[in-house]
């Protein structure tokens, strides 16, 4: 049995003036591919580990055409989407039994609304019968093209995303079934019309928490795999945001059914999915007026600029107001700022410094811009920016942040990256002398995702609006090509489009 084994993974965030090319899919010349990208991935907490897992103990031929995931940023340029898509359908055009598949459903290209849905579509076009399985990510914007070409997609039930490598097996394993014959995926899915705010989408919180739980316990039960998919509203395009996908063994009624009691819950709670808005001034007075604690530090979120969400990690305003109302004993991460790198690198550890901190990217979607931070400070350490994940998202993966830098200005410790890096993982502060728990202030530009990694080592969390691509303020974007009517951009109240 042969086995393709395939990963084109971005989350694309269409206000982002970030440029995704091939190079960003890839830290070397070219995306793995191969056996260099199974012995990477294997027995890592990753959909590619947990598809690995599945392919190996049954014993397959495992080919992988391709292994290509990019940090989140503005739509896919065309010759990276075709070399990658070109090098999935080569392989499915030739020996191949089966194809697993770990995409984002939340990529869009120059030229393609629905990167996953075209790249399935031209997979069918070369190989009609083949089952093929396909792992999404939570913030999936599923359009039909996706459920029509695949024989099972399952999605995340957690985010932060502490499940990839299970999904990926779930799928996997269906997948592996019903090439046994032992089962016959049906899917039914549909969607409701809401842009759930990301800030809101936490599985710790309500109201997702209670829907994945749901999810869950149907899967308990023995439904094959039911996925509500929150959806990634930073995305101008017509299939944005909630939906939910179910699949039974050869049951379209119940899966129906499932579907519309999911779809029927989010719809209630849409409410509960808008974020309230706190003012950044308040927020930083806020944290500034919260005693030194023992149980850690506080954490300042910058979380309109969060790189895992298509953040250009360059903005400024947060970082700004932290230093004019005067907290002191500050560690930050971090900036994207490779010009800002190399100043510090001219000038050598131990050296003062005046840079001009971000604010360097033009954002041209956004009504507000972000202006650069002129500050002086001391080259405190450089750092080739290899560090081992150790949390559970992407355990036994290394995260590479690019040269990167820290310049400490007063008691204040900023880490200037080359690479986008979200920070979930505290080794991004210790692989750079940096001990997080030892400061009064961590600023992060993260909103979810440092939960996996930090939030058990602060004493409070302080959430500060500041300005960026992944704003929670949709005011401050034009959304021209989403489905309208849709929640909260419009004031519906009845759900007018139903599924199917
Ligand atoms: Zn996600």
Redesign the pocket.
């Known amino acids: 049995m042969h086995i393709v084994i395939a990963q084109m993974s971005h ?1 694309t965030n269409t206000f982002s003036p970030v440029i995704t090319d091939l190079a960003r899919f890839s830290r070397r010349e070219r995306p793995l591919s191969g056996d260099v990208a199974k012995d990477i991935f294997r027995g890592t907490a990753t959909c590619m580990g947990g598809y690995l897992k599945v392919a190996e103990e049954a014993g397959a031929d495992i080919s992988i055409p391709v292994a290509a995931g990019a940090p989140p940023s503005g739509p896919v340029e065309n010759d990276a989407y075709e070399y990658m898509v070109g090098k999935i359908v080569e392989a499915a055009a030739g020996p191949c039994d089966a194809i697993m598949l770990d995409l ?1 459903g939340a990529m869009v290209t120059k030229s393609f609304e629905d990167g996953e849905g075209e790249l399935l579509r031209r997979i069918r076009e070369v190989n009609p019968d083949v089952p093929m399985a396909v792992a999404l ?3 999936a914007n599923i359009f039909p093209a996706i459920v029509d070409n695949a024989t099972i997609v399952c999605g ?1 039930h957690t ?1 932060p ?1 502490i499940d990839m490598d299970s999904t990926a097996e779930r799928a996997g394993r269906i997948l592996m079934a019903h090439l046994a014959g032992d089962t016959k995926p049906t899917m039914a899915w549909g969607n409701a019309p809401m842009l759930p705010h990301v800030m809101r989408q936490g599985t710790d919180d309500y109201p997702n928490s209670a829907l994945q739980e749901r999810a869950k316990e149907l899967e308990a039960e023995g439904v094959l795999s039911v996925s509500l998919f929150t959806g ?1 509203p930073h995305a101008d395009i017509s299939e944005a945001g909630l939906s939910v996908i179910v699949a039974t063994d050869d049951d379209p009624a119940r899966a129906a059914e499932i579907r519309d009691e999911l779809l029927d819950a989010a719809w209630e709670d849409r409410q509960k999915f808008v974020y309230e808005i706190e003012p950044l001034e308040e927020s930083v007075a806020r944290a500034k007026a919260l005693p030194a604690s023992d149980d850690g530090p506080v954490l300042l979120l910058d979380h309109y600029d969060n790189t ?1 969400s298509g953040g250009t990690m360059d903005t400024t305003e947060v970082l700004a107001e932290i230093i004019r109302q005067g907290l002191e004993d500050v560690a930050v991460f971090g900036f994207f700022d490779p010009v800002a790198v190399d100043a510090c690198v001219a000038a050598g550890v131990g050296n003062e410094v005046s840079v001009s901190l971000g604010g360097k990217l033009p954002m041209p979607a956004l009504a507000e811009q972000s202006s650069p931070l002129e500050l002086t400070g001391r080259v405190k350490l450089i750092s080739d920016g290899n560090f081992p994940a150790t949390v559970a998202m992407s355990r036994g993966m290394t995260i590479g942040m690019g040269t990167t830098a820290v310049l400490s200005v007063g008691s204040i410790d900023i880490a200037i990256v080359s690479r986008h890096v979200e920070p979930f993982d505290p080794g991004c502060f210790r692989s750079l002398g940096i001990e997080p728990t030892a400061r009064r202030y961590l600023m992060l530009k993260s909103r979810i995702h440092y939960r996996v990694g930090f939030r058990d080592i602060a004493s409070t969390i302080v959430e500060c609006a500041g300005r960026g691509v992944c704003t929670s303020d949709y005011s401050q974007v034009t959304f021209e090509n989403v489905r309208r009517p849709i929640f909260p951009l419009d004031g519906v109240n009845t759900r007018e489009r139903l599924p199917d």
């Open positions: 989350e984002h990510d939570m913030h995340y985010y995303h990634f895992a």
